[in-house]
């Protein structure tokens, strides 16, 4: 089977990540290749929140993620929270396509990081009702996942358990699972 382009093939999320620092030109390039994602419109209808290990932010963004995700993502140099505005300004209309289209924008930077050299983890697993509160985010936008990015970090600099989750094996379900020829039955 014919392999995926190679900047998609070789993403993945690690869990040890190097203390270098992410430049802000760097930065400035993650964000430039998520701004250009297609949305409804042109409605855009993203925003990130970003914290460099400098900014005082970056405990606050931490300090939202449970143990687990802590213990591994607070080595990582940069903390990324995509925001999907899922209450449009035109009418105060409920926007369905959001979240869709953050993941798009997400997509973009995860490529542009992969090309880059940098690495992406998300999670999930964080407390979004103190993100909200916390990061004072206007009640139209909804926290996605938080995004460690950084190098590739020396998994020895971990937990035994934690390191060894870098060397499971990658694995995804079958086209069949998911295609449907024509509809849905
Ligand atoms: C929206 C989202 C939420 C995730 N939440 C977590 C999380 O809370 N903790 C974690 O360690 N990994 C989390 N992950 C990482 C996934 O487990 C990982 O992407 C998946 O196992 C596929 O592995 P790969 O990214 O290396 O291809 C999350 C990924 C996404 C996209």
Not at 26 to 54: C, D, G, V, Y
């Amino acid at each position: 089977m014919k392999k995926p382009h190679q900047l998609i093939s070789d993403r993945w999320s690690p869990v040890a990540f190097d203390s270098k620092e992410v430049d802000f030109d760097q930065i400035h390039l993650l964000f430039e290749a998520a701004k250009w994602a297609p949305s409804a419109m042109n409605s855009q209808p993203w925003r990130f929140i970003f914290a460099t290990k400098k900014m005082s932010e970056y405990k606050t963004l931490l300090g939202l993620m449970n143990e687990d995700n802590q213990l591994w993502a607070k080595s990582a140099p940069l903390l990324v929270m995509p925001l999907a505005q899922v209450i449009s300004t035109y009418k105060n209309r409920p926007n369905r396509l959001a979240l869709y289209e953050v993941g798009m924008a997400v997509g973009n930077l995860l490529l542009q990081a992969t090309a880059m050299g940098l690495m992406v983890h998300q999670m999930s697993g964080y407390d979004v009702d103190r993100a909200k509160e916390e990061l004072i985010i206007p009640t139209r936008y909804e926290p996605m996942s938080i995004m460690a990015i950084g190098y590739k970090g020396d998994p020895a600099q971990l937990p035994k358990d934690v390191a060894a989750r870098e060397r499971r094996e990658r694995t995804r379900n079958e086209n069949s699972k998911f295609l449907v020829a024509g509809k849905c039955k």
